[in-house]
Antibody
Framework: EVQLLESGGGLLQPGGSLRLSCAAS????????MIWVRQAPGKGLEWVSG????????YYADSVQGRFIISRDNSKGTLFLRLNNVSAEDTAIYYC???????????????WGRGTMVAVSS | QSALTQPASASGFPEQSISISCTGT?????????VSWYQQHPGTAPKLIIY???SRPSGVSSRFSGSKSGNTASLTISGLQTEDEADYYC??????????FGTGTKVTVL
């Protein structure tokens, strides 16, 4: 069974930085594109960032471009998201997700983690 | 990157059918067949119920079906059941390697 487990969330001040992790198990991690999605309290889902299986291609939503960095360590089966220069608008549950098919861009997200909460407040 | 447009709410009685629309543009839904739908119950992660416009993952009820016409995708829930009460989101690939979710629809079983 494929499982994803996020960690690293917490409370931070505006302008601060944080690194989220997503540990994957039950799959050949390097074969799959991965994605980060967030959900602000009481709001809808928002795509944040995506990365190819090799890690060679990365993509960002306009709202986080230049502030967030997605990366992966295929030897450890782990996905990361570095959050820099955060603001209150970044407060959300952050979910990681796995692409449906191997060796392709994300066409749909078939496995999701439980999410990790990031709260930005002074 | 504006979100895809969904109705805020939809409702029906048990055993009825309801449809949820997801309207985008010629840069996302209209251009690609990478439209998927997700069900989210309160306090839980989203669950994939439709991918590639109309395909169902293994284990998802056949009561869920998807379609697309032009820039609009639709999710239909047939034989509505109480456990279908949840939020539903569409997701589409968008030009320039971006992705966009719909605004979300809260489904209520009356």
């Amino acid at each position: 069974e494929v499982q994803l487990l996020e960690s690293g969330g917490g409370l931070l001040q505006p302008g601060g930085s944080l690194r989220l992790s997503c540990a994957a198990s039950g799959l050949t991690f390097s074969n799959y594109a991965m994605i980060w999605v967030r959900q602000a309290p009481g709001k809808g889902l928002e795509w944040v960032s995506g990365i190819s299986g090799s890690g060679g291609s990365t993509y960002y939503a306009d709202s986080v471009q230049g502030r967030f960095i997605i990366s992966r360590d295929n030897s450890k089966g782990t996905l990361f998201l570095r959050l820099n220069n955060v603001s209150a608008e970044d407060t959300a549950i952050y979910y990681c997700g796995k692409g449906c098919r191997p060796n392709r861009n994300i066409d749909a997200v078939d496995v999701w983690g439980r999410g990790t909460m990031v709260a930005v407040s002074s | 990157q504006s979100a895809l447009t969904q109705p805020a709410s939809a409702s029906g009685f048990p055993e009825q059918s309801i449809s949820i629309s997801c309207t985008g543009t010629s840069s996302d839904i209209g251009a690609y067949n990478y439209v998927s739908w997700y069900q989210q119950h309160p306090g839980t992660a989203p669950k994939l119920i439709i991918y590639d416009v109309f395909s169902r993952p293994s284990g998802v009820s056949s009561r869920f079906s998807g379609s697309k016409s032009g820039n609009t995708a639709s999710l239909t829930i047939s034989g509505l059941q109480t456990e279908d009460e949840a939020d539903y989101y569409c997701l589409s690939f968008r030009t320039n390697n971006a992705y966009v979710f719909g605004t979300g629809t809260k489904v209520t079983v009356l």
